[in-house]
């Protein structure tokens, strides 16, 4: 791009107000994978993940990326890795989150769809890290208590708004679960 264009994009960059969304399926102990893979299937969550991420740019570590497999379509999988080396069909790789947001602010410009929420999309480091910019978290609370694995990072429930959207009942193996909007009450760490 010309520095001219740069500039201009960067003005407009600067005008647009983005929002960075968390979406994530977690336990009661805050549990959301086993290191390679989440640990529980619950009918709906691919339907809800897709219809909460279409359009948007995926932030996400490396090893989450490495756990799905693929470039999901109709997004941008922007994936940090220290890496310098690390490539995938589809995914533009990324040295750090600052990186992460520019890219994500920069595609979702050129889309020029009017979308402005960029999704922080884990797993555990990439919550940890991107989880001070979330105005809002869409979250799915699972009923269940793994021993082990990833935890999303510890965060402080009455900093939120929690409005509870849809709660499904345990069926057979299926633990119960329910989905829920938290808004933060604070301003997220700024974006721009
Ligand atoms: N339940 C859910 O909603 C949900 C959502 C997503 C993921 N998950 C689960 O979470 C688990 C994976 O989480 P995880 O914490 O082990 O890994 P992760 O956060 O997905 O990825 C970690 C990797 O990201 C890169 N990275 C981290 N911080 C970085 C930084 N500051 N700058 C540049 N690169 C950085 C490094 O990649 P390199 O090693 O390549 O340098 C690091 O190894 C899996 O079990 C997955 O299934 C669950």
């Not at 279409?54 to 379509?73: H, N």
């Amino acid at each position: 791009m010309k520095a001219s264009m740069k500039k201009q994009a960067n003005n407009f960059q600067m005008a647009r107000s983005f929002h960075m969304v968390c979406v994530v399926a977690m336990a009661k102990n805050r549990v959301i994978g086993d290191g390679n893979d989440l640990l529980w299937q619950l009918p709906g969550d691919l339907k809800r993940v897709k219809q909460l991420t279409m359009g948007c740019p995926l932030i996400m570590g490396r090893r989450t990326f490495d756990s799905i497999g693929r470039a999901l379509p109709g997004r941008l999988s922007v994936v940090m890795t220290r890496d310098k080396r690390w490539r995938a069909d589809g995914a533009v790789p990324v040295a750090s989150l600052a990186a992460a947001i520019d890219v994500a602010k920069d595609w979702l410009i050129e889309q020029k769809l009017g979308e402005n929420r960029i999704i922080l999309f884990g797993g555990g480091q990439i919550y940890k890290a991107g989880l001070p910019y979330c105005k809002t978290i869409e979250a799915t609370f699972v009923d269940a208590e793994p021993s082990v694995g990833v935890k999303f990072p510890a965060f402080n429930s009455r900093a939120w708004n929690d409005k509870l959207l849809q709660q499904f009942a345990a069926e057979g193996d299926m633990p119960g679960f329910s989905y829920h909007h938290l808004t933060r009450k604070r301003d997220a760490l700024s974006l721009n």
